[in-house]
């Protein structure tokens, strides 16, 4: 099993930044996949970004260039930096991993809102 917290979402004007935090516990040894999706009200949950086993990256269209996503060697963190933010970046974002067997563990979400 493993366990995600999220930290790091709130308030920002467009333009701002905000860094978004997920601390991993238990077997993640087997994890394969790291990433952040969103979810804005009345659409989809979507990919933000991700990061496989070697350290490649994948970005939604939406967000390449703005956003950075990097995790330390351990699995045990995975972080999404925000950058430039638009109020089109306002969602609940989750931080998800997946394992070998494409088992998917979910965060409880965090909530970011962009004003303009």
């Known amino acids: 099993q493993v366990q995600l917290v999220e930290s790091g979402g709130g308030s920002v004007q467009a333009g701002g930044s905000l860094r978004l935090s997920c601390a991993v516990s238990?077997?993640?040894?087997?994890?394969?996949?790291m990433g952040w999706y969103r979810q804005a009200p009345g659409r989809q949950r979507e990919l933000v970004a991700s990061i496989r086993g070697y350290g490649t990256t994948n970005y939604a269209d939406s967000v390449k260039g703005r956003f950075t996503i990097s995790r330390d060697s351990a699995k045990r963190t995975v972080d999404l930096q925000m950058n430039s933010l638009e109020p089109g970046d306002t969602a609940v974002y989750y931080c998800?991993?997946?394992?070998?067997?494409?088992?998917?563990?979910w965060g409880q979400g965090a909530q970011v809102t962009v004003s303009s």
């Open positions: 238990g077997n993640t040894a087997n994890i394969n996949v």
């Open positions: 998800n991993v997946q394992n070998i067997l494409r088992v998917n563990y």
